[in-house]
């Protein structure tokens, strides 16, 4: 074999053992806690109105990975226990507004809400900018899903103007911006609140499994260039 060919094989190798090791249809997640939030008042079909909620970063573990997420489903309470979740493309989310009918986002709805985490979230994102992302990402949502209804009521505290005009700018630069990046985000839906985050976050597995793969392409790389001269 000649490293042409191995270099051809090995890559078509990694992109295989890659895609096996990231397709994990179901995953174990619990909501851990919050990062940067601000308190808001809400209602919602499902929940109640007048409702006190942290909206913002939401601090997840994946499979036992950390990582951070958004709430894509604001007629849900979440759980602080593990429970099962479907990994699902952001546009076939949320499960159900009303546990029946599944009235999904959709792709336009998505793409807004790839669109914005790719302009604001970073993780050093603010507690303004997160509560204002949430907060848009549950009215965009809530536009697009039929079946349930949400209402942001009031915003705590003294950065509240501040969140409004977060919030006003997000829809402004959605706007003028249509065809702005996206980032790649997957949503998870289950029996709570359902999630959206960057990635599935991995726990080493796929290293592993390259670092194998390598290891092995290199043997058999070795023992052909011996052979060719023995």
């Not at 599944?102 to 900018?129: C, D, F, H, R």
């Not at 949503?187 to 796929?206: C, E, I, K, L, M």
Request: glycine content about 6%; some cysteine; aromatic content about 8%.
């Amino acid at each position: 074999m000649n490293l042409r060919s191995l270099l051809s094989t090995l890559a078509l190798a990694f992109t295989s053992v890659a895609s096996t090791a990231l397709k994990a249809d179901t995953v174990s997640i619990v909501e851990a806690g919050v990062g940067a939030n601000e308190t808001v008042w809400i209602n919602s079909s499902n929940l109640g109105n007048n409702l006190h909620v942290y909206a913002g970063v939401l601090k997840l573990t994946v499979d036992g990975v950390a990582t951070n997420g958004f709430c894509i489903d604001p007629w849900h309470w979440s759980s602080s226990s593990a429970l099962p979740y479907e990994l699902e493309p952001l546009a076939n989310a949320p499960k159900s507004a009303n546990d029946s009918s599944p009235n999904p986002m959709g792709a336009s709805t998505a793409l807004k809400i790839e669109q914005l985490w790719q302009q604001y979230y970073t993780p050093a994102i603010s507690n303004v900018n997160a509560a204002a992302l949430q907060i848009e990402i549950w009215q965009l949502v809530d536009l697009a899903v039929s079946n349930g209804s949400f209402q942001l009521l009031s915003i705590d505290g003294g950065d509240s103007a501040a969140v409004y005009a977060a919030i006003a700018d997000m829809n402004n630069f959605l706007n003028s911006n249509p065809n702005a990046p996206a980032a790649n985000l997957i949503a998870a839906t289950g029996r709570g609140q359902d999630y959206v985050f960057q990635s599935v976050p991995d726990n080493g597995t796929t290293a592993l499994l390259l670092g194998l793969s390598l290891f092995g392409f290199v043997a058999i790389y070795r023992k052909s260039r011996v052979g060719q001269h023995a």
